[in-house]
């Protein structure tokens, strides 16, 4: 069976969600690169892929999916379900939980900052210091929940390095390249754990194909 395919841009961080679950799971894949200036995402070889005209697109076999979490889920699920915590409700169970978490607390807000700080300047415009205050202290009060959590377990699911982990790598990887790191570096705990996940072999690879500077898109873009 040939490889699966991955379409879109490496340096967007849902794209590398994608790349970063292959690597971790040991899967040959090809990236099919495409190019969002061309406007590649919008053509209509590209919306039979996904109507709502973003990136990555999965193709495995005939599987075809879009949405960066449900990728990586489907390729642990397939490749390496130890990641999903399989075989225990309660570890699966957690995984669900910071995979949410994850998704709907640290995302918005570190996202919201990268774009402002990193990305904005590329797009031609000036930084939004409002939207990068406002964000940066939900950010702050979301990693001590996590610096909470991680004093009692090694990882966010318990004591075993799952998908939930491994989620938080690509828009983490940005944020730390901000003059605003040093919340992070605060907290003892969290910095520990992200210098174990940005140290990871396939994190490593990964941040390869996302150069600081070059700017991902905006959601699953």
């Known amino acids: 069976m040939a490889p699966p395919k991955v379409y879109g841009w490496a340096i967007s961080p849902f794209v590398s969600r994608a790349l970063l679950a292959l690597e971790e799971a040991g899967v040959d894949y090809e990236l099919v690169p495409m190019?969002?200036?061309?406007?590649?995402?919008?053509?209509?070889?590209?919306?039979?892929?996904?109507?709502?005209?973003?990136?990555?697109?999965?193709?495995?076999?005939?599987?075809t999916l879009?949405?960066?979490?449900?990728?990586a889920?489907?390729?642990?699920?397939?490749?390496?379900?130890?990641?999903?915590?399989?075989g225990s409700l309660e570890r699966s169970a957690m995984v669900d939980v910071w995979l949410e978490v994850e998704a709907h607390q640290l995302h918005p807000a570190a996202g919201a900052v990268v774009v402002e700080c990193v990305f904005a300047p590329l797009l031609g415009r000036a930084r939004n210091q409002a939207a990068v205050d406002e964000n940066?202290?939900?950010?702050?009060?979301?990693?001590?929940?996590?610096?909470?959590?991680?004093?009692?377990?090694?990882?966010?699911?318990?004591d075993f390095l799952s998908a939930a982990d491994l989620s938080h790598f690509t828009v983490m990887h940005y944020f730390m390249a901000t003059e605003y790191a040093a919340i992070v570096e605060a907290l003892p705990h969290v910095r520990a754990w992200?210098?174990?996940l940005a140290a990871r072999p396939a994190a490593r690879k990964v941040a390869g194909f996302m150069p600081l500077g070059a700017g991902p898109a905006k959601k699953d873009e």
């Not at 995402?41 to 005209?53: D, I, K, S, V």
């Open 35 to 63: 190019s969002r200036p061309a406007g590649d995402h919008r053509r209509p070889e590209h919306l039979a892929r996904n109507p709502f005209g973003q990136v990555p697109v999965l193709e495995d076999g005939d599987l």
């Open 136 to 158: 940066l202290e939900k950010l702050r009060k979301v990693l001590e929940v996590y610096e909470a959590r991680l004093a009692q377990s090694r990882y966010l699911a318990g």
């Open 66 to 71: 879009f949405e960066s979490r449900a990728i």
């Open 194 to 196: 992200w210098e174990e």
């Open 73 to 86: 889920r489907h390729i642990f699920r397939k490749h390496k379900p130890e990641l999903l915590g399989a």
